[in-house]
T-cell receptor
Framework: KNQVEQSPQSLIILEGKNCTLQ??????????LRWYKQDTGRGPVSLTI?????NTKSNGRYTATLDADTKQSSLHITASQLSDSASYIC????????????FGTGTRLTVIP | GAGVSQTPSNKVTEKGKYVELRCDPI?????LYWYRQSLGQGPEFLIY????????DSGLPNDRFFAVRPEGSVSTLKIQRTERGDSAVYLC????????????FGPGTRLTVL
């Protein structure tokens, strides 16, 4: 069983709308949780990074939350744009850091005009 | 400065052939990672280098896969006797250190084994 589960698998929203992507993990202990954006045909790009003591982190229209007690994270996208269409991958680092990463399978977001 | 680059961007080969995939990390980054990503899936860890040495190669699926980083910078992923199941995007990432630092990914090499 994957230690990082994401939902929904895919999502289609209208331009300008908000959306929230979910990430549940079982990795324990963990050192940090990252959200990456991966455009089609490109490598993932880091959006946010949170340690276990952080509850929220923003990067422009992207806001990530973390509940280390329930092992849940969310990525909220505000006022979506067509360029937000991409896969969003939740990545949890195990105790040894960046060489011990657990990747979710991603949520495929499509923003339509 | 330049990001992580990978060559070739696409590689088509026949079953049984040998391929080499190259990764140029961000200058000064000591940690380098190789991942494999199948369609609709997240990246799957293959191998991690700290400097010139493979610190963790536990993700390599079998002995047909091998990677080197002889001078602690450029890395080459080598796949012998390719199989159709090897078809995937091979991603390389680098970070300035392996302890909690962000990994910067290259654009990947799309390998297709016919």
């Amino acid at each position: 069983k994957n230690q990082v589960e994401q939902s929904p698998q895919s999502l289609i929203i209208l331009e300008g709308k908000n959306c929230t992507l979910q990430c549940n993990y079982t990795v324990s202990p963990f050192s940090n949780l990252r959200w990456y954006k991966q455009d089609t045909g490109r490598g993932p790009v880091s959006l946010t990074i949170m340690t276990f003591s952080e509850n929220t982190k923003s990067n422009g229209r992207y806001t990530a939350t973390l509940d280390a007690d329930t092992k849940q994270s969310s990525l909220h996208i505000t006022a979506s744009q067509l360029s937000d269409s991409a896969s969003y991958i939740c990545v949890v680092s195990g105790p040894t850091g960046a060489n011990n990463l657990f990747f979710g399978t991603g949520t495929r977001l499509t923003v339509i005009p | 400065g330049a990001g992580v680059s990978q060559t070739p961007s696409n590689k088509v080969t026949e079953k049984g052939k040998y391929v080499e995939l190259r990764c140029d990390p961000i200058s000064g980054h000591t940690a380098l990672y190789w991942y494999r990503q199948s369609l609709g899936q997240g990246p799957e860890f293959l191998i991690y280098f700290q400097g010139t040495g493979a610190a963790d190669d536990s993700g390599l699926p079998n002995d047909r896969f091998f990677a080197v980083r002889p001078e602690g910078s450029v890395s080459t992923l080598k796949i012998q006797r390719t199989e159709r199941g090897d078809s995937a995007v091979y991603l390389c990432a680098s970070s300035s250190n392996p302890y909690g630092d962000t990994q910067y990914f290259g654009p990947g090499t799309r390998l297709t084994v016919l």
